[in-house]
């Protein structure tokens, strides 16, 4: 089991990475030129992400950087970061294209407050601004977000490990479920269920943490 | 703690799995490693417990004798044999010079042990000849004599079978006598097992002819699409079989396009079974015999399986010894089909019913016991609406299938044979004959009045009369129409080009590593 975890893990550390970079990125360069070419883009491309289920994009990505360009290995944990990438992307690409929509909006919305007209008119660049003011300040609402996303990064593992053929907990429990074992499948979601609790415990910490307003609350 | 301290806490979290060891399974380098791709994992490796992938003990673990291609039996662990004139006694000189892996010398006591083990549970007592064992009679280190009480039918297939006529090492079982480690007198000895990989290198001590590679791997990859993708891109070199890793014929037929060698030879019978003690509609002969006219096995055979199957007309295909007569398989003929509903009184247009009930029917599949049985479970609901029959279908999941079909929850429900070298008595007696529990397979026909009499004559024959008693099995099958012979389905292995001179396994339990070799370069 201490094994199935630390593949799991493995799978949900570095797909939760990806669509944190990813999902950043994303919003970051839409929130640039807002409505132009590269923010037009940045939507139609979350918007495909966003709705593509994640077999059939492991599927295609198996096809395409596994079998036709040899990149990465198309099953397995043993080769490194190489086998690490397919997965984690195949995993993280759904949760990091609804995340990119929220920085995206989130900075739009960021740099209608007063703070930036003011930096703006200071002289500041835009690019400046965004980085510096307007992405922490969209932290807390990204944060809370990221955690439900992660959660179905969880869910999404029963799909992710078996089309890897990585020997986690997901594709554990999916054999538990296909195999009627009903002790495999409760220790599976009892598994789940402990990691979401630990998870939003960790995010309200961890939103608490960057939010000055909900920090100071307890002061009062 | 301050932001800046949790930001760095967090990101260096999110690297740990870049760690390298943090989360790895040892997977040898290719090499001297031939790879096959099994869909579920190899599970436990006790010879007579019927768990387990059957391939991955067929590697450890021999018989006295093998079923060869065609059915041809070779000598084994049994060197030579002799059976009596009246098929009561088996006298056998054991082949010399054989160990097991672990050292332990293979001779007539380690046989004496091994019959110990499973002969008196009563365990498989679904197998002639130790149903009918009465002693082991040791006439030296390695001479023996089995005694039956009455004579065996298919004795020698049976010495055959994977399960469980095959020898394990005395010196591997736990002090309390249960199965401990993997350890028998074959070609491969296990290195490591996990539910990802099972890990086999050469015995240097084999007593036949040594394979032609060091190390061989059963890699489970549970998702076909992956096992296809690993296949063509060189990550794996041998898949497919009936039961280690099915490839349907549309991926057959994207191997082959892709430049993959694929082998394709005589599989099993894929059959329909009825149960008209759930819906009594089917007890009518005439409704069945609509139902089997009623879809176009041509056209299920050319569409879905590529032209890969064969329609079939009985029970099992023209390779299986006591196979019998071959019955034409019923044409598609939906208005000989409607004028038998006709005549059994379901009449009417669109959905026919008579005394008031509509003639629906309930149709069990599973894709995870039969691919692409759900898309043909489709067809025939199709095409038995033509003629009036409401099909519907319920799509389970393979637990549930192995549920239901035991406890009889179906109308119709596809079933397979058990392939060589069970065939024909061991695919009869489980699906026939009903006092035998056939355990998660289910009953195919019950009737202890007409068809157990005739199973009891089949299985009681001579070797001169079985023929006959058989024969009268299968003409009562096909006289009141008890199943429907559907297709005789093809087994599908393919092999990628690191590896050459693959030939198909003399039975689907087989792994077949023979002849295989890594290709210089």
Known sequence: MARRLSVTATLLGGAAIFA?????????????????????????????????????????????????????????????????????ITLGMLPGCVLSRLVRVGLEEEMTRPFALTARAKGLRRNAILFRDALPNVAPAWLTAFGAQFTAMTVGSVVVEPLFAWPGVGAMFLQGVQFRDFMVVQAGLLIFISFFILLNLAVDIAVMLFDPKLRRQGDR | MKRRNLLQGMAAAGLLPLVPGFATRALAAPGDTVRFAIAKPAGDMNPHAYKGLWGAQDLIYEPLVKYGPGGEIQPCLAASWSLSDDGKTLALELQPGVTFQDGTPWNAEAMKWNLDRWVPTGDHDWINHVRLFDHLEIKGDHSVVMHFKEAPLSLFFEL?????????????????????????????????????????????????????????????????????????????????????????????????????????????????????????????????????????????????????????????PPSVPLSGNQFAPDAHDPDAARALLDAAGWTGDGIRSKDGAALKVEFVVSNDQIAGSRSMAEVMQAQLAEIGVELTIRSVDHASRHSDIPARQYDMALFLTFGAPYEPFGTMMGYLYSPYDNGVDGKMVIDAANLDPLMEAATAASEATVQAQVQAVYDWIHAETALAPLLYTPSIWAHGPRVEGFTPPATEYDTPYDGLIIKAG
């Not at chain 1, 593509?52 to 043993?78: E, R, S, V």
């Not at chain 2, 037929?253 to 694929?262: C, E, F, N, S």
């Not at chain 2, 019978?269 to 005439?286: E, H, S, T, Y």
């Open chain 1, 20 to 88: 944190c970079l990813f999902s950043l990125a994303m919003g970051f360069l839409g929130a640039l030129r807002p409505h132009g070419v590269v923010d037009g883009l940045t939507r139609i491309g979350a918007l495909i992400g966003a709705s593509t289920p994640q077999f059939f994009l492991g599927a295609m990505l198996i096809y395409g950087f596994a079998l036709k360009l040899g990149w990465f290995p198309t099953f397995g944990d043993n080769q490194g970061p190489r086998s690490y990438i397919l997965p984690w």
């Open chain 2, 160 to 316: 055959s079978y994977t399960q469980p006529t095959r020898y394990l090492s005395p010196a591997s079982v736990a002090a309390d006598g249960s199965f401990d480690k993997a350890i028998g007198t074959g070609p491969w000895k296990l290195t490591s097992a996990s539910d990802s990989l099972s890990a086999f290198e050469r015995y240097e001590g084999y007593w036949g002819t040594a394979p032609g590679f060091d190390k061989l791997e059963l890699v489970v990859l549970p998702d076909s699409r992956g096992r296809m993708a690993a296949l063509r891109a060189g990550d794996i070199d041998v898949t497919g079989g009936d039961f280690m890793a099915p490839i349907t014929a549309n991926e057959a037929t994207t191997l082959k396009d892709a430049g993959i060698a694929v082998a394709v030879h005589s599989g099993i019978a894929m059959l329909l079974g009825f149960n008209p003690d759930r819906n009594p509609a089917l007890a009518d002969k005439r409704v069945r015999n609509a139902i089997s006219q009623g879809f176009d096995r041509v056209a299920i055979a050319q569409v879905l399986y590529s032209g890969l199957a064969e329609p079939a007309g009985s029970m099992f």
